[in-house]
């Protein structure tokens, strides 16, 4: 009964982790790798996450004939229309609703910016119903018309325009849009959800698909979908299958190697313990503390299965006849536990309250690596026979001796050829540092160029400039939105940028609604000056009097507010650029043709007095990314130190401490080489492959300096390393081939950096211990 | 009996009458496709419920075969809409120059096609619009123009135009609030 104690307290809590693991959603936003605290920061975390752009689905439609391609747009539009579960579908062939034009209408002297003082004086009047005349000339008088009697100024016109104007609409054909060439028809959905909204994104993405399969039958058209959320859904799709596929194979390379090498079916399924233990406790853990898991989180998992599953393999290749399992282990034990404690520590350093992407990721290594390093200590020799050996280990023999034996000048040579290639480095200083933040992207890059296509067709906003106001309410924000698009109409007319939107151009602030009031003329100055401005001309007479009410009325309207366009069209796209926060309002003036956003940025219109900032996304989210990569950089230095510290207090001479560390700084220094030469930008994910390099490669140097006189022993050492070293170029060198830029980047890092660490701990660890004692 | 004898055969002529238009409004698209240019004066007058008295503009109409088509306005004021193949331009004394693909603007082309599909013969286009009632001879023809199309029904019940062989002498627009107006075409 007591053999079973721990296997059972192991199973209980590998199933207590699964447990937490199902019920923990996997998140896709970057948003986790910004550090918090900083109102600019802030903010454009907001849009990273929920900004207008965020919501749009580009969709374009191929194949089949130019005729079909239009009716499949058309179609489609009308089907998404229907499912009300789209704030807009926009395909060219859409006019606003009949109620929400009534809407514009019955509030246009309090919207409209032409109105004015001088705008109703006799003369002003009379000039405007000659141009009325002159288009009921026009053969288009027919939809005109109707607005007329109550409309002789035109506002209508003003706030329709206002409203079309700023989009540069796409090329037409046959009445919807499509891309230059007309190979494809393009639509724009606008999701109500937001873009970090990751199931609202997904069961927006498949409710077009679905309408689509609808829509399109009988026809070849084919369709595109592109968008933040289309991307993070699909981002999250293939990167799961992928990891899964790669770690599929990954797996069936390992087992090979393992059935391979020691013949014995059982190192399969032991071995495989600790790693699934680091998987189940590192996953539960960064649960609990996080309450959800970032994929890049998981990609980064696949790193782990590197150095737990060396664990098992020190044992299995130091097992010898005439001790137990556990007089094995004992003797492994300084070793191993050295080796899982300079992990432990590197990671201990990336854990820091203002950055959780990379807290999560130190949080997943600790717990996994304590997991595998106790289930290889405890779980392994209770599950396995006290005298059990591999079967018949292939590959350990005499022929080892000729490698292991010390060459100090072979030692020395590698040394300094690092040190060679350091000063190469720094003297050349090429290019290191990958600061795009598509790089983090787990995004194939095929779609990312999908998304530009769609986009520069549909003439759709770039993530890129604008400005942010914030107020306490919405009425502050939009009084101090309207100072700064008077200072960016005259920018605009200095040709500085192309344009901009702003809420207050479709939602006035009540201030200044009520200015217009008071602009409107009474009852009977109004009626005098139409009679005069009428003189003349053939309008029948009376014709007018809807005019003189509708100007009588809204001289006492309450103000237009934002709650009132609730539910429209109109309300969201008002809802889009000013929307409450968690700290009060925020209006949103993104800009389009922007020729110098320094300039702009640096005079914008006093930030004390409007609280405007200028955001440039790109520049922004790019110095973010520094930024952390900054900040990681940092904070590995600490975890260098601190392995260091833990390597000293383990061995307890700086000898053994030189021995084991001087191979893996050489090795590093080739990795990043290797790197830098295959025309890498080192990204976070290079950086925190090369946290784990550093990690393998300590262990690899411990394990050849180890202070063991027995060649037998020594042997089995080097059998051991080259066991690990196979598995774990067999795992990374298959994720190097990964079309995802994030598993590429590790994959090929790790590979290298092993390769390299291996070779540089087998010349130099025991040449460096023997010549320095 | 005699009565019934008169409604039988009208019956029986029924069919021989739809024949004989149909064969008389094939015969005219043919004398109108036969046109390869034309210039005209027109004199247009728009009568509107909401105006005291008509609107009246003059100018002049250009054709060139198989799709060019010209209104030029000169009084009141110069206006100038010349469609050809895909393109609409604009031009207004005070809205400048503007051009629309017809093709992006599907409640434009059928009152383009009315009047230029039907002086170049075209019955297929003219038929993708509207239905076509066609009364009388070549000599004295009227040929009548109902939108398929709702939302064009919208703004026009109906386009009349009057013809005598291969010449149109008016084109009427018949709007489904009453208000109308009447081209006559005149050469000078």
Excluded at chain 1, 473 to 500: C, F, K, M, N, P
Excluded at chain 1, 593 to 608: D, F, H, I, Y
Aim: proline content about 6%; aromatic content about 8%; some cysteine.
């Amino acid at each position: 009964m007591r053999r079973w104690r721990i296997p059972l307290i192991w199973l209980l809590a590998a199933l207590l982790c699964g447990g937490i693991i199902l019920k923990t959603p996997v998140a896709t936003d970057l948003t986790l790798f910004v550090p918090r605290a900083d109102p600019v920061a802030e903010l454009l975390l907001e849009q990273l996450r929920s900004g207008p752009t965020t919501r749009l689905i580009l969709i374009g439609l191929t194949g089949d004939a130019e005729s079909e391609r239009a009716a499949v747009s058309r179609r489609l539009a009308e089907s998404l229309r229907a499912s009300n579960s789209f704030v807009r579908i926009a395909n060219g062939a859409d006019a606003l609703p009949e109620t929400e034009l009534q809407t514009l209408f019955a509030h246009r002297y309090l919207l409209s910016p032409t109105v004015s003082p001088e705008r109703f004086t006799p003369d002003a009047l009379r000039a405007a119903l000659r141009q009325r005349l002159r288009e009921l000339q026009s053969p288009l008088a027919a939809v005109q018309k109707r607005w007329l009697p109550a409309d002789p100024t035109g506002e209508l016109l003003t706030l329709l325009k206002r409203w079309q104007g700023e989009i540069r609409e796409p090329a037409k054909r046959l009445g919807v849009w499509f891309s230059p060439n007309g190979d494809r028809a393009l639509l724009l959905a606008e999701t109500g959800a937001a873009g970090y909204d990751l199931a609202g994104q997904r069961h927006a993405v498949m409710a077009i698909r679905a309408a689509f399969a609808k829509v399109a039958a009988g026809t070849t058209v084919a369709l595109q979908m592109s968008g933040p959320g289309v991307i993070a859904t699909l981002a999250e799709d293939t990167v799961r299958a992928e990891a899964e596929l790669l770690s599929i194979l990954a797996t069936l390379g390992i087992m090979l190697i393992l059935v391979l090498v020691y013949r014995s079916a059982r190192t399969v399924w032991i071995g495989a313990l600790p790693m699934l233990a680091a998987l189940l406790a590192g996953a539960a853990a960064v649960d609990l503390l996080f309450g959800k898991m970032y994929a890049l989180t998981l990609a980064f998992s696949m790193t782990l299965l590197g150095e737990t599953l060396d664990y098992p393999t020190y044992l299995f290749s130091h097992r010898q006849a005439g001790e137990t399992v556990w007089d094995t282990l004992r003797g492994l034990w300084p070793t191993l536990r050295l080796c899982a404690a300079t992990t432990l520590l590197g990671c201990l350093a990336m854990i820091a309250p203002d950055v959780p992407g990379l807290s999560q990721l130190g949080v997943f290594t600790i717990a996994g690596i304590i997991a595998a390093v106790t289930t290889t200590r405890w779980l392994l020799p209770v599950l396995l026979p006290p005298d059990w050996r591999p079967a018949r280990v292939i590959g350990a023999g005499i022929w080892m001796d000729t490698l292991l034996k010390p060459r100090p000048w072979r030692a020395l040579a590698v040394g300094v050829g690092g040190l060679l290639v350091l000063l190469a480095l720094l003297i050349k200083a090429p290019p290191v540092w990958e600061d795009d933040i598509a790089a983090l992207s787990p995004v194939p890059r095929e779609l990312l160029r999908l998304d530009q296509e769609l986009r520069s067709g549909l003439g759709a906003p770039e993530v890129g400039q604008l400005i942010a106001v914030t107020a306490p309410d919405a009425e502050t924000a939009l009084q101090q939105s309207e100072i700064v698009a008077a200072w960016l109409d005259a920018r605009q007319q200095e040709g500085l940028l192309a344009g901009y939107e702003a809420a207050a151009r479709y939602l006035p602030s009540q201030q200044t609604q009520r200015q217009r009031q008071a602009h409107l003329p009474d009852l009977e100055a109004l009626t005098a000056n139409l009679a005069r401005a009428a003189e003349g001309l053939p309008f029948q007479p009376g014709l007018f009097t809807p005019f003189l009410d509708a100007i009588a009325a809204a001289r006492t309207a309450p103000p237009v507010q934002p709650e009132d366009w609730r539910g429209t069209l109109l309300g969201t796209r008002i809802g889009i650029l000013l929307f409450p926060g968690e700290r009060g309002w925020t209006a949103l003036l993104p800009l389009s043709g922007v020729k110098n956003p320094q300039w702009l940025a640096a005079n914008l219109p006093s930030s004390q007095a409007t609280h405007a900032f200028y955001l440039d996304l790109r520049a922004e989210t790019n110095r973010l990314v520094s930024g952390f990569r900054a900040t990681a950089l940092q904070r590995l230095t600490w975890g260098v130190v601190l392995i260091v510290a833990v390597v000293w207090m383990g061995l307890r001479s700086w000898r053994g401490v030189i021995a084991a560390l001087t191979p893996v700084t050489v090795a590093l220094i080739f990795t990043v080489a290797v790197l830098l030469s295959l025309g890498e930008r080192l990204s976070l994910f290079h950086l925190v492959s090369l946290l784990l390099v550093l990690g393998i490669g300590v262990d690899y140097g411990l394990f050849f300096s180890r202070p063991a006189a027995d060649p037998v022993q020594r042997r089995q050492t080097l059998h051991a390393l080259l066991v690990c070293c196979g598995s774990a170029l067999t795992v990374f060198g298959m994720l190097a081939t990964s079309e995802l830029p994030a598993l590429r980047a590790i994959g090929l890092t790790v590979s290298i950096g092993v390769a390299a660490s291996f070779s540089t701990a087998l010349v130099m660890a025991r040449p460096i211990l023997i010549r320095m004692g | 009996m005699k009565r019934w004898a008169g409604v039988f055969a009208s019956l029986l002529c029924w069919p021989l009458t739809v024949v004989a238009t149909d064969e008389a409004l094939t015969e005219v698209m043919r004398m109108l496709a036969g046109v390869r240019s034309l210039e005209v004066g027109f004199r247009e007058e728009k009568t509107l419920a909401m105006l005291q008295q008509p609107l009246i503009a003059t100018g002049r109409l250009y054709y060139q075969a198989p799709a060019y088509w010209r209104k030029q306005t000169v009084q009141p004021q110069p206006e100038d809409y010349v469609a050809d193949g895909d393109w609409l331009t604009v031009e207004t004394s005070d809205g400048g120059r503007r051009d629309f693909n017809l093709n992006g603007y599907p409640q434009l082309r059928p009152l383009v096609e009315a009047i230029r599909a039907t002086q170049a013969g075209d019955r297929a286009a003219l038929e993708r619009y509207y239905r076509l009632d066609f009364q009388g001879a070549p000599a004295e023809w009227t040929l009548r123009l109902t939108p398929l199309d709702s939302t064009a029904a919208h703004y026009v019940a109906a386009i009349v135009m009057h013809g005598r062989n291969e010449r149109i002498l008016s084109v009427e627009t018949l709007e489904p609030d009453g208000d109308r107006s009447l081209m006559t075409l005149e050469l000078h």
